[in-house]
C-alpha cells in the first residue's frame, strides 16, 4: 500500500493512493459501516495516530480489499491527487535519526573511514517539509547541499532487537532528501545543526507499506537538480543494511511508532564535485526511489 498524508481546502486528512486516485481512510472506514475504535476514539485521521494503533495498517489494508471487491456503484468515490496537497506523510515525527557514511562510494568521494559501526546523528523533527514545499537557503550559509535517503519508519514500538526480528517493527519506507549546510557542517565538526535547519528535510511523496519492500534492498535512487541527474545508486551498496540498523539503534534506545531513519546518501553530493556546486534559488530538486517515487522540492531564498 501507498499511504498519504494530504490536506484538501486546508483539512488535512490520511489515505491510500490506489489505481482510481486517493481512498480517504477515515471516510471509507465510515462507508463501509464499521466502526473501528482505538482506546474509545474514533478511526485515526492522522498518520502518527494510525501508527500507534498495533492493527492501524492492517485494518488499512482490510478496508482498501473492501473497497475494491464492491461493485462499482457502491464504492467511495475517490479523489484525483492532482486536486489534493501532499503532505510529508508524517509530518513531525518524534525522533528522526539519520545514518551517516553508509554507502562506500560516498565515503571514497568524500575522503572519510570506513566506520566499523552505524555512524548515527539526529535531525529535528521541525525541519521536515512535504513534497513541493520549498527548501529554503538559509541567511547563515551559502553551501546547501542534497543527499538522496532510503527512509525506515518504524510501525511498532523497539526494543534490543536481533536483525532476524528487526523487520517485523517497519510499517514501511519513503523517501527523505537529508539537506546539508556543509560550510555550517565543517565548522561545528557535527552534523546537527548542519542538517536541522527549517525545511532541511524533505519527505514523502507517500509510505509503502513493508509487505511490497520487504528489507529495502535493492532499490533505485536518483537525484536530480533542474534535470540533470546528480546522484544514481541502489540501495544494495549500503554497508549496514536496514536490519542492521535497526538492530543496533535500538540497543541504544526504544524507536517508537512514526519514528524516522534515514539510512544514508550514496555518492554523487554537490560539496566534492569540482568545482562544488550547491543549491541556489530556483533550483528544482528531484529525487526518485523505486517503488517509492518522485519527492519534488523547489529552491528559495529566505
Known amino acids: 500500500m501507498r499511504l498519504v498524508t494530504y490536506s484538501r481546502m486546508g483539512v488535512p486528512s490520511i489515505g491510500v493512493h490506489i489505481e482510481s486516485g486517493i481512498l480517504d481512510i477515515p471516510d471509507a472506514a465510515s462507508y463501509f459501516g464499521r466502526k473501528y475504535h482505538v482506546h474509545g476514539q474514533s478511526f485515526p485521521t492522522t498518520m502518527l495516530d494510525l501508527l500507534n494503533w498495533e492493527s492501524g495498517i492492517e485494518v488499512v489494508s482490510q478496508i482498501v480489499k473492501r473497497h475494491e471487491q464492491s461493485p462499482n456503484e457502491e464504492r467511495l468515490l475517490t479523489r484525483e491527487p492532482s486536486s489534493l496537497t501532499l503532505e510529508a506523510p508524517i509530518p513531525r515525527p518524534g525522533k528522526i535519526i539519520a545514518v551517516g557514511r553508509n554507502y562506500l562510494d560516498h565515503i571514497k568521494e568524500t575522503g572519510t573511514e570506513v566506520p566499523t559501526f552505524p555512524v548515527v546523528f539526529a535531525k529535528f523533527p521541525s525541519c521536515v517539509i512535504g513534497p513541493n514545499d520549498p527548501i529554503q537557503i538559509p541567511k547563515i550559509s551559502k553551501q546547501i547541499d542534497w543527499e ?152 528559495i531564498e529566505c
Request: aromatic share 6%.
Open 148 to 299: 538522496v535517503e532510503l527512509a525506515v519508519v518504524i510501525g511498532k514500538m523497539c526494543k534490543d532487537v536481533e536483525e532476524d526480528q528487526s523487520l517485523d517493527f517497519i510499517a514501511g519506507y519513503t523517501i527523505i532528501n537529508d539537506v546539508s549546510a556543509r560550510d555550517l557542517q565543517h565548522s561545528d565538526r557535527q552534523y546537527v545543526r548542519s542538517k536541522s535547519l527549517d525545511s532541511f528535510c524533505p519527505m514523502g511523496p507517500c509510505i509503502v507499506t513493508r509487505d511490497e519492500l520487504g528489507d529495502g534492498s535493492d532499490l533505485k535512487m536518483i537525484t536530480k537538480i533542474n534535470g540533470v541527474i546528480k546522484q544514481n545508486s541502489t540501495t544494495s551498496k549500503m554497508i549496514f543494511s536496514v536490519p542492521q540498523i535497526i538492530a543496533h539503534l535500538s540497543k541504544s534506545f526504544t524507536l517508537e511508532p512514526g519514528d524516522v531513519i534515514a539510512t544514508g546518501t550514496p555518492s554523487g553530493v554537490g560539496f566534492v564535485r569540482n568545482p562544488p556546486e550547491f543549491l541556489k534559488s530556483g533550483d528544482v530538486v528531484e529525487q526518485f526511489i523505486e517503488k517509492i517515487g518522485f519527492l519534488r522540492n523547489p529552491v
